[in-house]
């Protein structure tokens, strides 16, 4: 399972750049790594773990701007096509995660 975040975040005023740079930050820390500027992914082992993230995820959203979460399975995510300019180039391998229980 991969979770995406996707979002879009007023950066106008010193406030909104530190409230978007809080909310990277959140994200990096929790594991997640960024696919593109302003849209983040993490690989879950379940459904289970999916949830958790996503639900301090949502605990962090900043006040303006807009945030989507989605979810989808691995077979989903490798057949993503990936090109940079015209050249088509592999996804690239998800980094090793360990989960103590």
Request: include cysteine.
């Amino acid at each position: 399972m991969w979770v995406l975040v996707l979002f879009d975040l007023p950066t106008e005023t010193k406030t909104e750049r530190r409230a978007a740079s809080r909310f990277r930050k959140t994200l990096l820390d929790d594991g997640f790594a960024m696919f593109q500027f302003s849209i983040y992914l993490r690989f879950c082992a379940s459904r289970e773990n999916a949830d958790v993230h996503i639900k301090r995820t949502k605990n962090q959203l900043p006040k303006k701007g807009k945030v989507c979460i989605m979810q989808i399975t691995d077979k989903q995510f490798g057949m993503i096509e990936l090109f940079h300019g015209q050249k088509e180039t592999a996804p690239e391998k998800p980094s090793q995660q360990l989960e103590l229980f």
